[in-house]
């Protein structure tokens, strides 16, 4: 067999600081660790698309918890399990005793006992998620602390309040197959238009943070009302200071014009995202559907904060390329014939997310896992 380029270049001194690591978002991790993962996600995904079987982890359990609905990450996360001999187990968080009080804390405990990784899904309401996986995994440690079981649960984040970051991990990935190094490439994540519901801020909160520290020109744009936390756009700004730059402007137009990638989407109004910490706190489910009802009606006066095809002749060279964590609202947040050109870039972008994962696990958990990618490469 041929050698694997992006195995064979895998640097083993590079991986031995991810072993045991949790990712909670992209912000903590320095730049060389993330350019690792991704380095493993790239040898994973030459590995697969060969047909080589990568079981580095039999017969372990990947546990995962969604608090909220999902196609692409809970079949990645599934995905990249089975890919790695990993039992995957999915389950919804509302059928957890995590809805019956049980602290995060007492449900880390429990998993660091019985699974072998946790992934996490817990996006909905400002402040909690990102928290939650935190006491998860402060559970999940003391509890192997204290027992002497010197097992690694890493914990994944699949999308919090704060981060999405094999979201937003995948979209580097894909953005470096189009464009290579993202140093002053000019890019514009843009606030859409969406009738369905108030999505979380993450998505954005995570590519502004993550793009930043790549040397891009990063555009926001976005209507008043709409603004992401003060956290994100603190460390946006601090992380172009390295390099490219960030700014912040209430105009799609504005934010499109020369433009080389565009990524619109929606996300929820800033104050009623803040409401509905308080309405889930006291449990007010009539209240909550109220604050929904109004964040859709909000969104009712922006409709023109549509990605077209007027939008994307505004762009570098008329054909910016165009990216979706999706699901996309079709028809609201981009045009049919605007997605219909893209959709097998939106795919294989999606895509990405699952070799991120198992980079993430292997990482993780696999001592010596540039040796051990040789070795199956060469079989
Ligand atoms: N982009 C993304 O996270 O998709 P899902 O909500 O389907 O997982």
Known sequence: MAAIDEVEQLDPAALVGLHGRSLLTTQEWPVADLDAVRAVARALAALDRRGIRTPLLPHELAWAVFFDKSTRTKSAWAGAAARLGMHPEIVDGSTTQVSHGETAVETGAMLGMNAHALGVRHDLILGEGNTFMRDVKKGIDDYLDATDDSRCVPIVNLQCDVDHPTQSMADLL????????????????????????????????????????????????????????????????????????????????????????????????????????????????????????RAVERNADFTDWICDERRMALTGGGDALYMHCLPADIGDEVTPGVMAAATIDVAREAQWKMYVIMALLATAKVPDLAAALQALASE
């Not at 929606?266 to 489910?285: F, K, P, Q």
């Open 174 to 293: 894909w953005l470096e197959d189009k464009l290579g190094d993202l140093a002053d490439r000019r890019i514009t994540i843009s606030w859409a238009y969406s009738p369905s519901y108030a999505k979380p801020l993450s998505v954005a909160q995570g590519l502004v943070t993550l793009l930043t520290r790549y040397g891009a020109h990063v555009t926001l744009a976005r209507p008043p009302g709409y603004e992401l936390s003060d956290a994100s756009m603190e460390a946006a700004t601090a992380n172009a200071a390295g390099g490219g730059s960030f700014r912040v402007v209430d105009d799609m137009d504005e934010a499109f014009r020369e433009a080389e990638v565009v990524y619109p989407k929606s996300w929820g109004a800033h104050d009623l995202m803040e409401e509905r910490v308080i309405a889930n706190a006291l449990g007010d489910s009539l209240g909550l559907k109220e604050i929904e009802r």
